[in-house]
Every structure is written in structure tokens, then in C-alpha cells.
């Protein structure tokens, strides 16, 4: 249980015995002035009315009830009726001992599946820039909820289907160089598709149509060379996401629900939900539908039977709510894609499937390189794996510069982890909602809000035990000195915080944490000695070094970055 929860627990217990009836108070919050105490109750303002007294006197009648439990060194009175709670040291040490006890830090365990639905990159087309923070942010959320308990989908929707396929097949049919397919089969294909868009005529145009409507009845060929392209491409795809170690449960593309959509539509129109509009389907919206859905009803099909992606994503939900029975699902995509997920969402929401808040747009903002920061090998959009390789080549600069005494392999396992950790870093650190700009020295800069000032931090510790033959044990203790007492304090917050970015989807608020929680370390580092210290003072302090290694380890695992045991 985290000290919040058994402050909380105490409370209640105070007002429970109080006399003033069955009442649920809301959880204690931390303050934000340390001079305050370390959580603050304001209990006292609902507890008035039942109590028939104001609610100083009844704060004050709750704080003589707990005053003198041991856990609290004492008990004050704030403002109109606020309990400010001052923890006692020792329960502090106590309370950390406790928290690093458990294997999840403190995080209380939930039930339930959730569905996260990110990355998703086009087949036959290399993953770029853009689809970094889909992601990276999704991958956040994903271990971030399956360590919060949640039974966890990973869904990578992938395009893969509709009529960029026959225009692909023309293109491979007039201008494939196999020996090209061969050495680079993604390069091969995106330059064929990129010679359709330039050359192609109506004639070409008018046999792309005919390539996908056999494609899409089954033709023998086609469906080959369909499963050719997606084949090179989720091994492409794949080699990425191991090196920056995503693991997807399904991959689910759009073909997948290719034979639902018609029985889809037929069914929203059967329940009135749809209706036709100039030879089309859609599901229009009204001001009791919800704020921000514009005035363009939702096209499930249009005039020439073709789908859309309203109607494939109608169809995944519906899949999804059959085959997982999920209490939540998330859609991690940016920010262009607002009013598509709000209009889906309701009309999801018209067919009586979902209720509100089962169906979340984790939104972000776009992401952009300084002029000059790299460039791509044709000019065009920059490729995720070179973005990656540039990253990991300026770490090893700074590897080769500051670690030169370690064995080449360990360094290039360094740089590796250093350089991957600050791309991913430099994007979660961010609020997601904002735009993100990359700034190569800063990302990999030693110090400052940055990946590797936090792994730096963490193989201090490490360095620490390893020099001590420390057993890596946190017992409890209690924190005398101030700056002992306020990394404890800090390392508390670990739940609470958790929680709260969860919560919000937004894994920039456990960067934030982790930020404070290494430079807390470094003020106690550099004023007290850890190793030659005595009794129970070595007891505190060598816990505490172990506590802050667990904590940010933990915390950079979830952000989906490798941890170093020394740089």
C-alpha cells in the first residue's frame, strides 16, 4: 500500500470515529509547500455538514483523534479547515521500505482489458518520421497499463488494403527491377508506387481499378503478390520494432474486416442510425450527438459502394468489443485525426456499443527535425531507421569521448541504448498534445531533462553498490538529514504520480518524476557520503541509494528505454 493510501486509511478511520455516520472521504493529496506537511485532507469541508459545525472545528476534532499516531509527527490546522498531515521520519523510511517491497512500486493492481491501437504504418512504404510518436507514446501506454494490472491488447493497425494496391500491382507489372526487389524489396516497391503517382496515364489508372477490384474478389495472382508486399514489409517493420523492443499482440490490418463491412452497413441502416445521402451511406449527427462533430456527417460508404475508413474503424470496434470485451480502448494517431475519431466515436456510441469514455483519441501533436539536422537519402521524408542510426551515432561520439576505458562491444551496446533512449525520451518528455521539435545536443546532453542524465543517474547507483558489495536490500529507516529526507519523500510520490499520468495518458508527467527523482539523488550524493557512513545511517542511506535505482529503473522500463549498469 502506498503512504498515501495508509494516510488515507488513517483518516477515515478518524472520521469514522468521529460518530458523524458512514462517510467516504476522498484520498489525501500531497502539498505543495514542503513547510505544509507532506499530504494535506480537505475532508473536513464535506464532513461540516454532517458533522452541523464548521468545518475548522471539525478538522480540529479529527486532528486531536489522530495526533497521536505514530506515523504522523503532528497534525495542523490550515486555513478555513484544511488537515495538513507532517509525516514522522520514520514512518517515511518505513513507508519507502514498504512501497520497494512490492513489485509494482506501490501501483495499485486493476482489472480489465484495454485495447491500444498505435503505430500502424501503410504496407509497401518505409516507417519515417511520422510514425515515431504513435510509436513511442503507444508503447509508453501499453507497458504503463499492463503495469498498472490491465490485461493488455497491442492492436498495429496496419493499411493494408484499397486501391493503392492495384495501382501497385500496374506498377510492379510495367516497371519492377527484381535484382532491385532483391537487394531492398520496400525501396523497390515505394519507387515503383512513387512512379505510378509521377507517369501514370488514364489508361494505367483505369487498369488500377480493374487490379483492385480483382484483388479485392479474390483473384489467385493478386492475392499473391498482395501477401508478397505484405510479407517484405512486416519483416521491415518488425526489424525496427525489435530494436526499439515493441511487442505487438495482433496485427490486425484493414483487410481484416473487409468481409464485415457490408454486413456493417446494412445493419446501421436496419437500426436507423445511417441513412442515405446522394447515393451514399452516412450516419449523420445532431447538437445532442455531442460538441465538435462539425457539420459533415460520417461517409460509410460512398455512391460507389467503395468503404471508407469510418467503416473499417466502425467495424473494429465492433470486433474488438466481441472478441476482447474491453474496458477501454485507446487510438494513439495525431492531431489531424480529431474530428474522424469524434464522429466515429459517437456513431459508435448511437449503436448503443460503447458509453462514454470507453473509446479514447490519444492525440499528438506533429513532430519536426531542425533545418539541417540530417537529411534523407532522396530528398523526400526521413526515414525512421536513419533517424534512429543518427541518433545512435552522435551517442557513440559521446560514449567514445567519456567512457573510452570500456571494451568497444560494451560501448556500441551503450551507444545503442543511449542513442535510441534520448529519441524516445525527447518525444515523452514532451507534452503529448504539443508540438515536438528534435534538438540533437540537447536530447543527448549529460544533464538536464534528458535520457541519458536519468541512465547516467541510475548507473551512478549501480557504480555506488558495486564498489560497496551492497546487497541491494531497502530496509526501513529513518531520514535525519534534510536532503536524506527529501529524496525520501520524492521516491513516495512514485504511485501517486503514476497514477495520475495513466490516468491522463501522458507518460511526460513520469518523465517530469523521474527528472526530479535524479537530481534529488545528486543533491544527496554530492553532500553526504554513502559508503563511509555508519550504523543506522548507512542503513538509510544505502537504502535509499537502492530505492532510487529501483524507481528510475522502473520508470525508464515503462517509457520503453534500456537500463545501464554503467556508462
Given amino acids: 500500500m502506498a503512504l498515501s493510501d495508509t494516510l488515507t486509511a488513517l483518516v477515515q478511520e478518524a472520521v469514522d470515529a468521529a460518530g458523524w455516520g458512514e462517510v467516504r472521504i476522498d484520498p489525501v493529496q500531497p502539498t505543495r509547500n514542503p513547510e505544509h506537511g507532506e499530504y494535506q485532507s480537505n475532508c473536513a469541508f464535506r464532513l461540516s455538514k454532517v458533522a452541523r459545525m464548521k468545518p475548522r472545528d471539525a478538522a480540529q476534532k479529527l486532528a486531536e483523534s489522530m495526533s497521536e499516531h505514530p506515523a504522523l509527527e503532528r497534525v495542523e490546522i490550515a486555513g478555513p479547515g484544511f488537515l ?9 523510511g518505513a513507508g519507502l521500505a514498504e512501497q520497494c517491497a512490492d ?29 515515431l510518436r504513435s510509436t513511442v507514446i503507444g508503447a509508453a501506454l501499453d507497458r504503463m497499463h499492463r503495469f498498472a ?70 483473384d489467385e495472382r493478386n492475392l499473391g503478390l498482395w501477401k508478397r508486399f505484405i510479407d ?15 511487442r505487438f499482440d495482433v496485427t490486425y490490418g484493414e483487410s481484416h474486416y473487409n468481409d464485415a463491412l457490408q454486413p456493417l452497413v446494412d445493419d446501421i441502416l436496419a437500426k436507423g442510425v445511417a441513412e442515405e445521402s446522394k447515393g451514399a451511406i452516412v450516419v449523420p449527427f445532431t447538437k445532442k450527438d455531442g460538441k465538435g462533430l462539425g457539420d459533415t456527417p460520417l461517409l460509410i460508404r460512398k455512391a460507389d459502394g467503395a468503404a471508407l475508413y469510418g467503416t473499417t474503424d466502425l467495424a473494429t470496434v465492433r470486433f474488438r468489443l466481441d472478441e476482447w470485451a474491453p474496458v477501454k480502448m485507446l487510438y494513439v494517431t495525431d492531431t489531424r485525426q480529431q474530428l474522424h475519431f469524434r464522429q466515429f466515436f459517437a456513431a459508435s456510441k448511437k449503436l448503443g456499443w460503447v458509453s462514454d469514455g470507453m473509446l479514447e483519441h490519444v492525440w499528438f501533436g506533429l513532430l519536426s527535425l531542425p533545418e539541417g539536422a540530417m537529411s534523407s537519402r532522396k530528398g523526400n521524408v526521413i526515414r525512421l531507421k536513419d ?78 553498490q558495486r564498489k560497496g558489495e551492497l546487497s541491494g536490500e531497502v530496509a526501513a529507516f529513518t531520514p535525519v538529514e534534510p536532503l536524506e529526507r527529501e529524496l525520501t519523500k520524492m521516491l513516495l510520490k512514485f504511485p501517486e504520480v503514476f497514477d495520475t499520468a495513466l490516468s491522463s495518458y501522458r507518460p511526460n508527467m513520469l518523465c517530469d518524476y523521474l527528472f526530479q527523482v535524479a537530481k534529488a539523488l545528486n543533491r544527496f550524493y554530492a553532500e553526504h557520503r554513502v559508503l563511509d557512513a555508519e550504523g543506522d545511517t548507512r542503513v538509510c542511506r544505502t537504502s535509499l541509494v537502492e530505492a532510487t535505482a529501483r524507481t528510475l529503473e522502473q520508470g525508464l522500463g515503462l517509457l520503453g528505454i534500456r537500463a545501464l549498469e554503467r556508462m
Fill in 103 to 131: 513489485e509494482h512500486l506501490g501501483v495499485g493492481q486493476r482489472e480489465g482489458c484495454v485495447v491500444i491501437d498505435y503505430s500502424s504504418p501503410n504496407v509497401a512504404k518505409r516507417m519515417h518520421v511520422g510514425h
Fill in 232 to 246: 517484405v514489409s512486416m519483416k521491415e517493420f518488425e526489424g525496427l520494432y525489435d530494436r526499439m523492443d515493441i
Fill in 84 to 92: 495538513n498531515l507532517h509525516v514522522a521520519a520514520s514512518a517515511l
Fill in 387 to 464: 533517424l534512429l542510426d543518427e541518433a545512435v551515432s552522435r551517442a557513440r561520439a559521446v560514449v567514445d569521448h567519456s567512457s573510452s576505458h570500456l571494451p568497444e562491444e560494451e560501448r556500441a551496446a551503450i551507444a545503442e541504448a543511449v542513442g535510441i533512449g534520448a529519441v524516445r525520451y525527447a518525444d515523452l518528455s514532451q507534452n503529448p498534445q504539443s508540438n515536438v521539435t528534435f534538438e540533437w545536443d540537447r536530447m543527448l546532453a549529460m544533464d538536464g531533462n534528458t535520457a541519458p542524465f536519468l541512465m547516467y543517474s541510475l548507473a551512478r547507483c549501480r557504480s555506488i
Fill in 149 to 218: 494490472g490491465f490485461e493488455v491488447v497491442a492492436d498495429n493497425h496496419i493499411g493494408d488494403w484499397g486501391t493503392q494496391f492495384g495501382k501497385l500491382i500496374v506498377a510492379w507489372d510495367a516497371w519492377l527491377d527484381e535484382a532491385g526487389f532483391e537487394a531492398d524489396p520496400i525501396g523497390e516497391l515505394e519507387r515503383i508506387y512513387v512512379k505510378f503517382a509521377q507517369d501514370a496515364d488514364d489508361a494505367m489508372n483505369a487498369q488500377a481499378r480493374v487490379e483492385t477490384a480483382r484483388l479485392q474478389a479474390g
